[in-house]
């Protein structure tokens, strides 16, 4: 009788434990499929910190040692009004001349009066983005002094960058993350849930566009990351 009773406890006490254990096993397997995905964002408009300023001049003529001995003149024209205006010599670089022979194309006519069309470029490349803003302003003060700046093509624009991007980017990453915890907490209120740890998430991709085409060297700076929370009562 003694050990019938025993048998009987650990039997009871067994299937009252696998009870627990199922409902503990269905709870998780609930809430496992319960799961919320947000997005965060996170954008600035920021000054861009570096400036690319390509200065085009050309010359055409028939004697090419008289253009070389021009452009020269102009090139010492170009770096002095640089230089007198606050940039200094490591922001300067002059390109090779680039020269073409305008009857050298066998099958081009060519009816101009000049055979070589010479191009040179000089580079400013500067952090003072302000200071190259000025001088660019006032770039038609070389007319006076005999220099026509050539509007740049394709490749010789005006270009600014943010050289200052890749230390903007842990703390841009900290405010999309928590933005998008934000909208996940709301949710889970809403719903009557609580927030759990995050199942996954996507950083994102981060993009840096003018903020219009008349400010270029206001930037944009701007991530969304997609982040994935579990809930639980």
Do not use: C
Not at 90 to 110: F, H, M, R
């Amino acid at each position: 009788m003694k050990y019938g009773i025993i048998s009987a406890a650990i039997i009871a006490v067994g299937i009252i434990i696998m009870g627990l254990s199922l409902k503990a096993g269905m709870d998780n397997f609930t809430e496992k499929d319960r799961k919320v995905t947000v997005k965060g964002l996170a954008e600035k408009e920021v000054k861009a910190d570096k400036v690319t300023w390509p200065i085009v001049t050309k010359e055409l003529g028939n004697d090419l040692p008289e253009l070389y001995v021009r452009i020269a003149q102009k090139q010492q024209t170009i770096r002095h009004f640089l230089l007198a205006n606050g940039i200094t010599e490591k922001e300067i670089t002059v390109n090779a001349p680039q020269v073409i022979d305008l009857s050298a194309d066998q099958y081009t006519t060519n009816t101009n009066p000049y055979r070589y069309n010479i191009t040179v470029v000089v580079t400013v490349t500067s952090g003072n983005v302000d200071r190259v803003r000025g001088i660019i302003a006032r770039q038609g003060e070389l007319l006076k002094q005999g220099v026509a700046i050539v509007a740049g093509d394709y490749s010789n624009q005006i270009t600014y960058s943010l050289d200052s991007f890749k230390k903007m980017k842990p703390k841009m990453m900290t405010e999309a993350i928590e933005n998008a915890q934000q909208t996940a907490q709301q949710f889970a209120l809403n719903s009557k849930s609580k927030l759990n740890k995050i199942v996954s998430a996507d950083q994102g991709q981060f993009t840096i566009e003018d903020r219009d085409q008349n400010t270029p060297w206001i930037k944009r700076v701007r991530v969304v990351t997609t982040v994935t929370y579990s809930l639980k009562d």
